[in-house]
């Protein structure tokens, strides 16, 4: 019989009900017993939803990160928030900073992505001196709660070298020297789940679809080999990415059973079945736990037969990954276009199919013949659609010359121009773009799209809260200003909905990190625009002040790395339609007077691939979009992109090859280690190292910022340093966003006076 499980499941509850309760928790309007009951409600209604399967996830459900989790349960705090101990409130202050019981402002620990993804987690710090223990009460009461649910519980957890692979050394410390402390705290752990009777537990080790160094695939052999007296049985469990030379490595660890992610692996599916030994289980993510568009299962179940026949009860079936990468359940969906619905499995109907593939291969096709018929017809549909192909949009791109991916100048001589026309001061101030969301502005989105306010209605209420953002702007005396952004619900899903080629939901919300959500939107067909975007709004925002005001606009890799995206096409050609989009919109723009045009492209990194060998050909075409997008412009205009919470040291070269006059880029909470890349790198533009973490709810001091500033000044010639946040400031409330901005202002100013006292 082929088993059935998952790696993991959304969090936030269908209708965000994590959201809403951490909000209110951090905001004092909750007590701690009203979270832990939204997070019990959530456990069981999720357990529920996954009953049918064979083993069901436990430990999945994070407040905030499942690797701030595992920094908790091993005991691994950042020295400086090691003396409030392992309550919630610690929890939270190690994710977005705070304030400790004596009145100490501590910040927030790194944040980055995980693998190529838009998932955020919470970077594990190490130092010569950590040490580890083991905190299980949580986890345990999880796996109680799911066997009382009836629930077959197995218990998440990231593995040990994973765990050391993904987090960062802060004193120079060898992480691998950190195993013999680390390791007995696993070994404990094993023990304790056999304690309670766990018969399987999964163990993440994405780390090894990554670039291992033989040192490290060495300290795989070395601590599993430790670990495989431990009584339980251990699933390794690898995803986003096939094996490759560390096949052979996965294979021969002596665990119980090897997840691989067969959507991404497919063609090392094969050789896993040949290599393993017989009676290791072998579990298969057939479905794509990444991606929105549901399984051919008919394609699946011919591919899949064959094994089932060699491998009965040892095969397993899964998604490729944890459903927390889609939405929870396509069932809400129901104002969304009805042959686009036809094509979508969320995380709720990527079960089912896993339960179609199941009975089919245990059972017979017949006894789940209709639901193969109705999916064979989804297939159809959505191969030869109309809807999806645009002979003009492909025939446009096709025709995409080198002539349209350059400046006329080098940025040498385009600054000198810049500088002319704007007159800036040294140092000059700006923020990344949005402004606080307020409630306000919620109600009148809401109210807009609901009908109970007309065009004329909204389009006042969004000039008004255009008018006070630049009027306090003016007011912190910042030098480049912005229109605040009141009319955009969030940076992808605003323009995707005015670009053809779309389809949107209503709650397709997917946990970005935190409390933070995003409702990607679903490319399904070739793109391009009918008619300018933002133009209405930069133009009434510039005819309230005499500073410039920023066009801001989301680029093209970004739109496309933010999206659930086609995968009948490559994504570079889906991206190369997009550049050609968002180029027309520059083009408006700057016809309407707009001289200073931000496009952008924050997940210019997240779509690298995870293989270094793999990554030219994608930053080659990366890079490519992107300068169409930018380059048809004057050299006048001044061409910005922004950049956040990613590792850009590797790829400033790409970087430099955008030529952008300016790039505004996440720094505050890496400590400025991006500045590193400079002793070996010139970078020949702009450049904003963001000084205000505007993902922590504390506002940095003057002193704070004027050190980051002089760390990075003694770096970056001051003629080509910009002074901003490492972000928009959307989720940030304006009591917050006001003392930070006139902090980092004042910040700017001590800088021009060190300079002209230096001079």
């Keep these: 019989m082929a088993i059935t499980h998952n790696l993991g499941y959304p969090r936030i509850g269908r209708n965000r009900e994590l959201k809403t309760a951490l909000e209110r928790y951090w905001r004092g309007e909750r007590d701690r017993e009203a979270l832990e009951e939204t997070g019990r409600s959530l456990r069981q209604a999720h357990w529920k939803q996954q009953e049918r399967l064979d083993w069901q996830p436990v430990g999945d459900l994070s407040f905030y990160d499942q690797m701030l989790d595992m920094s908790f349960l091993l005991g691994n705090l950042p020295p400086r928030f090691a003396a409030d101990g392992f309550g919630l409130d610690n929890y939270f202050r190690v994710a977005r900073g705070g304030t400790t019981a004596d009145g100490t402002s501590i910040e927030a620990a790194e944040m980055t992505k995980w693998f190529d993804t838009n998932y955020h987690y919470i970077v594990p710090e190490f130092h010569r001196d950590s040490r580890f223990s083991l905190h299980t009460e949580a986890l345990l009461t999880q796996i109680e709660e799911a066997r009382s649910d009836g629930m077959q519980p197995k218990p998440v957890i990231v593995g040990p070298l994973s765990y050391l692979w993904l987090g960062k050394a802060k004193d120079g410390v060898d992480r691998l020297t950190l195993l013999d402390a680390l390791v007995p705290i696993y070994e404990e752990l094993f023990a304790r789940f056999d304690a309670a009777d766990i018969a399987w537990i999964q163990v993440d080790e994405p780390a090894l679809v990554m670039d291992l160094p033989p040192e490290w695939q060495a300290a795989f052999e070395r601590v599993y080999t430790r670990l495989a007296n431990a009584p339980v049985k251990r699933l390794l469990a690898t995803y986003f990415g096939p094996l490759r030379d560390n096949l052979h490595l996965a294979c021969r660890l002596p ?179 949005s402004f606080p969301q307020t409630a306000e502005i919620r109600r009148t989105r809401r109210a807009y799209r609901s009908g109970q306010l007309d065009d004329g209605g909204y389009r006042l209420a969004m000039q008004t809260e255009i008018e006070h953002c630049i009027h306090e702007q003016e007011a912190l005396d910042l030098d480049v200003l912005v229109h605040g952004e009141p009319e955009r619900n969030d940076m992808v899903e605003y323009f995707a909905e005015q670009l053809e080629g779309f389809a949107f939901t209503r709650n397709g919300w997917v946990q970005s990190y935190g409390s933070r959500c995003v409702k990607p939107p679903i490319l399904y067909g070739d793109v391009h625009r009918a008619e300018p975007m933002t133009v209405e709004w930069i133009r009434y925002a510039q005819s309230l002040t005499n500073k410039p005001v920023k066009g801001m606009l989301t680029g093209p890799v970004t739109l496309l790395n933010w999206s659930f995206v086609r995968v009948d096409q490559p994504r570079s050609e889906s991206c190369l339609q997009l550049a050609l989009a968002v180029r027309d919109e520059v083009l408006d723009l700057e016809r309407e007077g707009v001289s200073i045009i931000q496009i952008d492209e924050a997940a210019l990194r997240e779509g690298l691939p995870l ?93 704070r910022m004027t050190e980051l500033l002089c760390q990075a000044a003694a770096r970056i010639p001051a003629e080509r340093l910009w002074v901003n946040p490492d972000c928009g400031l959307k989720t940030r409330d304006w009591n917050e966003v006001k003392p930070a901005l006139a902090n980092m202002v004042e910040a700017a100013r001590r800088l021009r006076s060190l300079q002209r006292e230096a001079a």
Aim: hydrophobic residues 45%; negative net charge; proline residues 4%.
């Design 255 to 433: 665990v119980d059973g090897l997840h691989l992610d067969a959507v991404r692996a497919r063609e090392e599916v094969a050789r896993i079945i040949d290599w393993l030994p017989a009676g290791k289980v072998v579990s298969l993510g057939v479905v794509d736990g990444r991606n929105i568009w549901k399984s051919d299962l008919t394609a699946l179940l011919d591919w899949l037969e064959p094994f089932h026949e060699r491998l009965k009860d040892d095969l397993w079936l899964a998604p490729s990954c944890s459903l927390l990468h889609v939405p929870m359940d396509l069932e809400a969906e129901t104002g969304l276009d009805a042959e686009i619905r036809s094509w979508l499995a969320f995380a709720r109907q990527k079960l089912e199919e896993l339960e179609i593939l199941s009975t089919a291969l245990n059972e017979g096709r017949a006894d789940v013949a209709d639901a193969l018929r109705k999916n064979a017809l989804a297939m159809e549909s959505q191969r030869w659609s109309l809807r999806v192909h645009k002979e003009a949009v492909k025939t446009r791109a096709a025709a995409v010359t080198g002539d349209l991916e350059s400046r006329g100048q080098p940025y040498r001589e385009r600054a000198a121009l810049q500088a002319s026309a704007f007159n800036l001061p040294l140092f000059p101030t700006t923020t990344i773009g």
């Design 611 to 703: 293989r270094r060998s793999d990554w030219d050909g994608y930053l080659r075409w990366a890079v490519r979009a992107f300068r169409v997008a930018a380059n048809g412009v004057d050299d006048r205009t001044q061409i910005h992109t922004h950049m956040c919470y990613s590792e850009f040291n590797d790829i400033i070269e790409a970087i430099a090859a955008m030529d952008a006059d300016v790039v505004t880029i996440e720094t505050s909470r890496s400590a400025m280690e991006l500045l590193d890349v400079f002793e070996a790198f010139e970078y020949p533009n702009a450049i904003g190292p963001g000084i205000y973490d505007i993902h922590s709810p504390l506002v940095p001091t003057v002193e």
